[in-house]
């Protein structure tokens, strides 16, 4: 099993739709978890981080995080084409030290 | 306030050549790390510093050495690059108290 898994897409929703990325983990004890938006050519720019489950939200962007099901998601409301990215999520299974990162989810925001 | 620097943005080495990827931070933080990103896929470690002095081994270390004399740069060393180390090279940092990691521009490198 990966350490993180992310559907790999391409994921399109139409411009002002709400759009869904998913995330699971494998490793249970794992401590923080990110979520970093690339665009191509790029490098990851990170735009929520996540710490204990529930809800964050911030702007346009909410993080979902349950431990129980190793699960964490991003939603963007209102998306816009400058959305279109690729979404990686991050996992640190440990308090301190590197990141282990999925594939990335691509998302397409059509006009 | 610069944040991470990566110099050179690209690079084409011939098979055998060497060259030293530069990684500078003005943020203070302690934590240093080197990720691959190969095409469609996610970055993997290659070594990372817990601070100047210290370092350490990631997933993918073979043909790579580092060092860490600062606190502010942490080069990564491709010796004998081979056509398996085209990719893209990213320095990420952080304060190594479990918070936020913020990462360079990053090195496009190309081995032939």
């Known amino acids: 099993q990966k350490e993180v898994e992310q559907n790999s897409g391409p994921l399109s929703v139409p411009e002002g739709a709400i759009a869904s990325l998913n995330c699971t983990y494998s490793d249970r004890v794992s401590q923080s978890f990110f979520w970093y938006r690339q665009y191509s050519g790029k490098s990851p720019e990170l735009i929520m981080s996540?710490?204990?489950?529930g809800d964050k939200e911030d702007g346009r962007f909410t993080a979902q995080l349950n431990k129980a099901s190793q699960y964490v998601s991003l939603l963007i409301r209102d998306s816009q084409p400058s959305d279109s990215a690729t979404y990686l999520c991050?996992?640190?299974?440990?308090?301190?030290?590197?990141?282990?990162f999925g594939k990335g989810t691509k998302l397409s925001v059509k006009p | 306030n610069a944040g991470v620097t990566q110099t050179p943005k690209f690079r084409i080495l011939k098979i055998g050549q060497s060259m030293t990827l530069q990684c500078t931070q003005d943020?203070?933080?302690?934590?240093m790390y080197w990720y691959r990103q190969d095409p469609g896929m996610g970055l993997k470690l290659i070594y990372y510093?817990?601070?100047?002095?210290?370092?350490d081994k990631g997933e993918v270390p073979n043909g790579y050495n580092v060092s860490r004399s600062t606190t502010e740069d942490f080069p990564l060393r491709l010796e004998l690059a081979a056509p398996s180390q085209t990719s893209v090279y990213f320095c990420?940092?952080?304060?190594?108290?479990?918070?936020?990691?913020?990462f360079g521009p990053g090195t496009r490198l190309t081995v032939t």
């Open positions: 510093s817990v601070g100047a002095g210290i370092t």
């Open positions: 996540i710490y204990s489950n």
């Open positions: 943020m203070n933080h302690n934590y």
């Open positions: 991050a996992v640190r299974r440990r308090s301190q030290g590197n990141l282990i």
């Open positions: 990420a940092t952080d304060y190594g108290t479990g918070g936020e990691q913020y």
